[in-house]
């Protein structure tokens, strides 16, 4: 009888998506611990459920990122506001970045 058991691929956290995630929980963690905790607790959920099956996840053709070229990613909405942005890499997925409404004000690279 075959196998039914599921081959996860890993993920990794690029610094870039991690800074980013880093980032705004210590910005919102001035106005709430809990503000701060809920997109890091959701973060974590998504990037297992990319390890499940990332290609359940649509490409990103709508990217304004100077460094990242529409369609080279696949994209993972979270909290209602935020955009994971993945890339397939052999048998890892890596998460290059994390979108949402602050951290595309702050430029989507990591400045700030």
Do not use: W
Not at 24 to 30: M, V, Y
Not at 53 to 63: D, F, G, K, R, T
């Amino acid at each position: 009888m075959p196998s039914t058991k599921k081959h996860r691929v890993r993920v990794r956290i690029s610094e870039r998506a991690d800074g980013m995630m880093a980032g705004n929980a210590d910005f919102l963690a001035q106005v709430s611990i809990e503000a701060a905790n809920r997109p890091l607790s959701q973060f974590e959920k998504i990037a297992d459920r990319i390890a499940d099956n990332p290609l359940q996840y649509s490409i990103a053709n709508e990217l304004d990122l100077p460094d990242i070229t529409p369609g080279a990613c696949r994209k993972c909405l979270f909290e209602g506001r935020y955009k994971a942005l993945f890339q397939l890499e052999d048998i890892e997925a890596v998460i290059i970045a994390v979108l949402g409404s602050r951290l595309e004000n702050m430029g989507a690279l990591g400045e700030g």
